[in-house]
């Protein structure tokens, strides 16, 4: 004879409270009803579920192991419970997120940390990538929300931060030998890293000259380590190599001009009306209504 989830669950909420009579007045039950709803499920299962000592119920070996192996399931049915109200009640049950790879990913976890504290039904789906389109992100992933440095032709676009790029190279580079500004001429005999990628459909990359010489990566943290290497120079976020600049690993370039750029990251809203409070949430959190830092 099959067992029940509410069997189940009365078990739980005994052993969490330590008897049968907090687990009646916990469940608005009697506590004749306890005992009988537990009495039957060891009757089901065939072993002995609960020793009693004294005035307290103390699981079994066997149940301690049963127990542990379904409060992931009773977890889950909970989880789908609200899932449901939140529908019920127009609330979303998932939120897709994308986010540029140039985000810092603290603040990106401190945000997904807050809002699954406060919304522990909802599914979070996150994308992180290079050059991210929020067009793209919306109608090939479905997602709600995207922080991108690419324009967008949404309507709800809302700078959330400015993110500063340093031309460095590595301490002993041979460009830091040359003891004046660096030319156009200088940078074309030297390697280049450049940070590429085709995940809205089309080649984005960094800016570089048309005949410079290049090493494409497709990622934030390749670019940093092929520049660690020695084998390159690159336009790198400060916020991310600030440690190996601070040590000397890391050398500015001495660049007349343009030795520093600027990635402005934008959130961007796929819903115009951002109706249902999980996404208003997430977005706030990302700092929608926050004027732009610098970092």
Known sequence: ???????????????QLGGFAPAAKKLNR???????????LQERLGVRLFEIHGRRAHLTEAGRVLLADVEPHLAGFH??????????????SDVGLSVDSIFPDDRLFEAL??????????????????????????????????????VSREILVKPILVIGMIAVAR??????????????????????????SAASGSLKQQPRLPAQRILPVSTIDSAISAVRSGL??????????????????????????????????NLVCRD????????????????????????
């Open 1 to 15: 004879m099959n067992t029940t989830l509410d069997a189940w669950e009365i078990l739980q909420t005994v052993v």
């Open 30 to 40: 009697s506590q004749s009803t306890i005992s009988y709803a537990i009495g039957r």
């Open 79 to 92: 989880e789908l419970e609200q899932r449901a109200r939140a529908m019920a009640t127009g609330g979303a």
């Open 113 to 150: 940390a807050a809002f699954s504290h406060n919304f522990p039904h909802v599914r979070l789906r996150l994308r992180q990538g290079t050059f991210l389109s929020a067009d793209s992100e919306f109608s090939l992933h479905n997602a709600q929300i995207c922080v991108t440095g690419l």
């Open 171 to 196: 301490r002993g580079h041979p460009l830091l030998s040359i003891r004046r500004r660096l030319s156009r001429s200088d940078l074309m005999q030297h390697t280049l890293v450049t940070i590429e």
């Open 232 to 265: 390159c120079f690159g336009w790198l976020p400060k916020y991310r190599i600030q440690s190996e600049i601070e040590r000397g690993d890391f050398v500015a370039l001495p660049l007349p001009a343009g030795k520093t750029r600027e990635v402005r990251l």
């Open 272 to 295: 115009l009306s951002m109706s249902n409070s999980e996404t208003n949430a997430l977005a706030e959190l990302l700092g929608r209504s926050q004027e732009p830092e610098v970092i």
